[in-house]
């Protein structure tokens, strides 16, 4: 059964800085690429950022390259996301999934968790 766990949002200023983190179950965690996915109001989810298993590869958004760093702590099966200058266009429901082998911004599993919310405000 695929377990996944985000928090650490909350409501900061424009401009102030988050730390997400995503516990997840060890077979999920061990997919080859893992990724951050956001939500806002009355939008499709979009994708954030991914991450390979060995950390070698990362890659973002553009909307959020510069300013957000995605890692990833193997031990500890838990996916973290740095959120640097935030604006308010970041404000959504942040989630994180298995990253689908056959389009690298788009989540391997059809089921998510309850994500964690972030609002900035401006």
Do not use: H
């Amino acid at each position: 059964q695929v377990q996944l766990v985000e928090s650490g949002g909350g409501l900061v200023q424009a401009g102030g800085s988050l730390r997400l983190s995503c516990a997840a179950d060890g077979r999920t965690f061990s997919r080859p690429t893992m990724g951050w996915f956001r939500q806002a109001p009355g939008k499709e989810r979009e994708f954030v950022a991914g991450i390979s298993w060995d950390r070698v590869y990362t890659y973002y958004a553009d909307s959020v390259k510069g300013r957000f760093t995605i890692s990833r702590d193997n031990t500890k099966n838990t996916l973290y996301l740095q959120m640097n200058s935030l604006k308010p266009e970041d404000t959504a429901v942040y989630y994180c999934n298995a990253v689908s082998e056959y389009n690298s911004r788009v989540g391997f599993y059809d089921s998510w968790g309850q994500g964690t919310q972030v609002t900035v405000s401006s």
